[in-house]
């Protein structure tokens, strides 16, 4: 009979910093909160979120075969502070995950590994899932032990901080559950405080029409003028929530040399990255999840940017812009380079 314990054993040996499980009928309370999420709007232009409500709030309709959901923790924490490029506005700053390879695939990789190697040891059938399907991995991570969703929403362990990745192996085989997590945020309220743009309406809560993460990666056109200012420097997803996480103290070091940021990743040069055509995109981006939101939306951040930077040697970037193909690309252009001079005429 295959064990948690050897389940544990072989997850760490393939790479996973933590282990948990549960049942697929263990988040009674999931669907009531992504409706009520979903009612309010909160989710903006995500309407996959609505359109497969019915299999995210419930793991058991997704595949009512399985019996056991093991949920699997894989850490990528920084290993520098990356809210440090706040004060170099003339770069840009890319979200910790998204700096080196995309996750999807590496999370994946090891899970099917997981898998196969429980066939091999019981039989059975299984079914991974790393956030592309209609799975809510954070309420199932809390239910199998990982930790609780924090005010900020995200997962966060007191062994682990909350810089880490979550996979599932949904498996017809019978395991002993483990015991939920239980919340220790007490009244600490530093995630929410931390928001540049306020998405938190109440704690718990997340308003992703707000959230940066959100607006520089799912949002589709122009982003709200009101918004654009706060986002600042950042260009690719915002980290400051889990940043300013106490239980970070407690953050293991990522094991998986992918997720180490590369070079070039780390303080790219907002001039260098408005010139980036479709091709060099492509080039640059190859293998990262920032290539799936494509050339021009990433552009548009990139200038959102620069209009915010206050540097006036940034506008050439800007100003070639202005005539870019994609109208929202152009519109951004026009907007940091009218930023920039105004920036200009405010200077001594």
Same mark, same amino acid.
């Given at each position: 009979?295959? #064990?948690?314990?050897?389940?544990?054993?072989?997850?760490?040996?393939?790479?996973? #910093?933590?282990?948990?499980?549960?049942?697929?009928?263990?988040?009674?309370?999931?669907?009531?909160?992504?409706?009520?999420?979903?009612?309010?709007?909160?989710?903006?232009?995500?309407?996959?979120?609505?359109?497969?409500?019915?299999?995210?709030?419930?793991?058991?309709? @997704?595949?009512?075969?399985?019996?056991?959901?093991?949920?699997?923790?894989?850490?990528?924490?920084?290993?520098?502070?990356?809210?440090? *490029?706040?004060?170099?506005?003339?770069?840009?700053?890319?979200?910790?995950?998204?700096? /080196?390879?995309?996750?999807?695939?590496?999370?994946? =990789?090891?899970?099917?590994?997981?898998?196969?190697?429980?066939?091999?040891?019981?039989?059975?059938?299984? =079914?991974?899932?790393?956030?592309?399907?209609?799975?809510?991995? =954070?309420?199932?991570?809390?239910?199998?032990?990982?930790?609780?969703?924090?005010?900020? #929403?995200?997962? *966060?362990?007191?062994?682990?901080? /909350?810089?880490?990745?979550?996979?599932?192996?949904?498996?017809?085989?019978?395991?002993?559950?483990?015991?939920?997590?239980?919340?220790?945020?007490?009244?600490?309220?530093?995630?929410?405080?931390?928001?540049?743009?306020?998405?938190?309406?109440?704690?718990?809560?997340?308003?992703?029409?707000?959230?940066?993460?959100? @607006?520089?990666?799912?949002?589709?056109?122009?982003?709200?003028?009101?918004?654009? +200012?706060?986002?600042?420097?950042?260009?690719?997803?915002?980290?400051?929530?889990?940043?300013?996480?106490?239980? /970070?103290?407690?953050?293991?070091?990522?094991?998986?040399?992918?997720?180490?940021?590369?070079?070039?990743?780390?303080?790219?040069?907002?001039?260098?990255?408005?010139?980036?055509?479709?091709? #060099?995109?492509? +080039?640059?981006?190859?293998?990262?999840?920032?290539?799936?939101?494509?050339?021009?939306?990433?552009?548009?951040?990139?200038?959102?940017?620069?209009? /915010?930077?206050?540097?006036?040697?940034?506008?050439?970037?800007?100003?070639?812009?202005?005539?870019?193909?994609?109208?929202?690309?152009?519109?951004?252009?026009?907007?940091?380079?009218?930023?920039?001079?105004?920036?200009?005429?405010?200077?001594?």
């Amino acid at each position: 009979m295959l #064990t948690a314990q050897a389940i544990r054993a072989k997850a760490e040996e393939f790479g996973f #910093t933590a282990t948990g499980i549960t049942t697929p009928d263990a988040i009674p309370d999931a669907a009531g909160r992504l409706g009520a999420f979903l009612d309010a709007g909160y989710h903006g232009q995500m309407t996959w979120m609505a359109e497969r409500a019915a299999w995210r709030g419930d793991p058991a309709a @997704l595949w009512p075969e399985a019996r056991s959901v093991i949920m699997l923790a894989e850490a990528y924490t920084p290993d520098s502070d990356p809210m440090a *490029l706040l004060d170099q506005p003339d770069h840009g700053i890319i979200s910790v995950y998204a700096q /080196n390879r995309d996750y999807h695939d590496l999370v994946k =990789k090891r899970l099917k590994r997981l898998g196969r190697w429980m066939i091999e040891q019981a039989g059975g059938e299984i =079914k991974v899932f790393v956030d592309t399907a209609p799975v809510m991995e =954070k309420p199932l991570g809390a239910a199998a032990g990982l930790g609780w969703q924090g005010k900020h #929403t995200n997962l *966060l362990s007191r062994d682990l901080g /909350n810089w880490f990745f979550l996979g599932a192996v949904f498996t017809t085989l019978e395991l002993e559950p483990d015991a939920p997590g239980q919340d220790h945020c007490g009244s600490c309220r530093a995630c929410l405080d931390a928001c540049p743009t306020d998405a938190f309406p109440a704690p718990y809560q997340l308003d992703a029409r707000r959230c940066i993460s959100y @607006l520089t990666i799912e949002h589709k056109g122009p982003v709200p003028i009101e918004l654009r +200012e706060k986002m600042g420097n950042r260009i690719y997803g915002c980290d400051d929530c889990l940043a300013a996480c106490p239980w /970070n103290k407690f953050a293991v070091a990522a094991r998986e040399a992918g997720y180490w940021a590369r070079v070039e990743l780390r303080a790219p040069r907002l001039d260098d990255l408005a010139a980036l055509t479709d091709q #060099t995109f492509r +080039e640059v981006f190859a293998g990262s999840p920032i290539k799936r939101i494509g050339r021009d939306r990433f552009v548009r951040n990139v200038c959102y940017a620069i209009g /915010n930077s206050g540097d006036t040697g940034l506008r050439p970037a800007v100003v070639a812009l202005r005539s870019d193909p994609d109208p929202t690309v152009a519109e951004a252009a026009h907007w940091a380079a009218a930023r920039l001079d105004t920036a200009a005429k405010d200077q001594p």
